[in-house]
């Protein structure tokens, strides 16, 4: 009950400033103010607005936004998002456009589940969809996951991820994004092992923690610092009364964006200070470059406890994936199993959360892959949130993405017949996505943002295979039949669209 009063005590305090926040917009809003003209009633209906927005947004999930896309026939396209697995932690959903023919790349983006809704990645989805069919893994928020639903951690996040790439079938090419990108790695290593008919494509991953000691930074730092005991008992609480996951154990979202918020919190009260005083003046707008920044970056969702606290104990503290130690339901997951799957790393130079090095990694445990399937690419002056979204995502690293994807599936569309892909073009999508301004990216999550952004025109840095210097596959295992995926491929390309 100690658990659920805390949880209960926050949600209190939001619905307090909330109220608060309505309650001085309404008051300095009076007509007869205006017999009395002075300035403290429009920066106090101001300071209400703009209270009592930011803390509404903190229980609400961002809607994508994505409406339409344009087609390489100049027409506008509707988008659908479709579900196509539910389950109860977290579904598969598909951005369709029925009324285009279907694009020959298939990609599944693995959005991360740290304290954000998938939305993060909307930019992302958006640079995607006029070249791709994408589908991407949405999150549930844990408290609204009644208990009778049981537990979810990392080992469960693989299994869905498993799941979702067994569905989409051996043509599909994996994107993962900064926290998923270790348990992608063991996802792909299960399907190698158990059905390596359905193992995709490609696997991109971009700025994820596969070794954290690699390269140190103040996450990983304060990950060695504290206990677990002392992380359950000061990060752990119980889903109060309000919502249908009550009793359950969650890392609460508003716990979370405290800590997100005071890691940058000189940076974020300007942000505040700014937008009150444009608000007074008259000069702000409901859809401006700071309501659709932290209409994201201020809706968090609850993490349950236990996939938390297996996230720092075993990835960040036991480094079970850097080892190449991890299980899932007592089977050991040997990464070396890989062997046909491309693999690219993405980093930025100046990521601190995911530093370069720590997912570079990966490539080191890919002892059965050879190099010629092995690319990296290091973007300069990028930070995390500048690797999958914004200057630096649409006009290198995407290309980039795009190109490593078509060399590797190159050669069994052809065995298909497949048409050539169409080349990668810049983005025509009409989304509620926020524009790349230098407001924007004053903060991003959990930490710092990409405040060095790369200028859109400098050269985009080429695609870097490991040297030859580096991993040597030892005793590399047996690649399956090509005929086996091929026959699996054809198989998933002729079946229904959903």
Not at 370 to 376: E, P, S, V
Request: one cysteine or more; aromatic letters at 6%.
């Amino acid at each position: 009950m100690n658990q659920m009063a805390t949880y209960d005590l926050m949600e209190t305090m939001r619905n307090t400033n909330e109220w608060l926040g309505a309650s001085a917009r309404a008051m300095a809003s009076y007509p007869i103010w205006g017999m009395a003209p002075h300035p403290m009633f429009k920066v106090m209906s101001a300071w209400g607005r703009v209270t009592e927005r930011s803390f509404a947004r903190m229980v609400i999930k961002p809607a994508w936004g994505i409406k339409t896309v344009v087609g390489s026939d100049g027409r506008d396209h509707l988008v659908e998002t479709k579900v196509e697995i539910a389950r109860p932690f977290g579904d598969l959903l598909r951005f369709d456009v029925p009324s285009r023919a279907e694009k020959p790349r298939r990609i599944l983006l693995c959005a991360p589940m740290s304290g954000h809704y998938s939305t993060l990645l909307r930019t992302t989805v958006a640079s995607l969809l006029p070249d791709a069919e994408v589908w991407i893994t949405d999150w549930h928020n844990a408290r609204d996951i009644p208990v009778s639903e049981g537990k979810f951690d990392i080992e469960d996040y693989t299994q869905y991820v498993v799941d979702f790439m067994k569905h989409l079938g051996p043509d599909t090419h994996v994107i993962a994004v900064c926290q998923p990108v270790p348990l992608a790695l063991a996802a792909t290593a299960m399907l190698a092992e158990q059905e390596p008919e359905a193992q995709p494509l490609s696997l991109t991953l971009i700025g994820g923690p596969v070794d954290p000691d690699a390269a140190p930074t103040e996450v990983t730092d304060f990950g060695r610092r504290v206990t677990m005991g002392q992380l359950e008992h000061l990060a752990i609480q119980r889903v109060g009364m309000k919502y249908a996951g009550v009793g359950r154990q969650v890392y609460p979202g508003l716990l979370q964006l405290a800590g997100f918020l005071s890691m940058n919190l000189e940076r974020h009260s300007e942000a505040f200070s700014s937008k009150i005083a444009a608000a007074a003046r008259g000069e702000d707008s409901e859809r401006d470059q700071h309501n659709r920044f932290y209409d994201e970056y201020l809706a968090v969702m609850d993490m349950t406890a236990e996939f938390y606290l297996s996230t720092v104990e075993r990835i960040f503290k036991d480094r079970e994936i850097a080892r190449n130690d991890f299980s899932v339901n007592g089977h050991k997951i040997d990464v070396a199993a890989i062997t046909d799957v491309a693999v690219m790393i993405v980093e930025g130079s100046k990521d601190d959360i995911s530093a370069p090095g720590q997912c570079l990694a990966a490539l080191d445990l890919l002892t059965g892959l050879d190099d010629a399937m092995k690319a990296q690419h290091l973007e300069d002056g990028a930070g995390h949130y500048g690797i999958f979204a914004g200057s630096s995502w649409r006009n290198n690293i995407r290309p980039l993405v795009f190109d490593f994807m078509d060399k590797h599936a190159s050669h069994l569309m052809a065995a298909e017949g497949e048409p050539e892909v169409a080349p990668v073009a810049a983005p025509e999508v009409k989304a509620d996505a926020k524009p790349e301004t230098k407001a924007e990216t004053v903060v991003e999550t959990p930490a710092k943002a990409d405040v060095a952004a790369k200028p859109a025109t400098k050269a985009v840095a080429a695609t870097a295979t490991t040297s030859a210097t580096a991993r040597k596959p030892a005793a590399k295992p047996a690649a399956k039949p090509a005929a086996k995926r091929k026959a699996a491929t054809n198989t998933s390309r002729s079946a229904k669209r959903k």
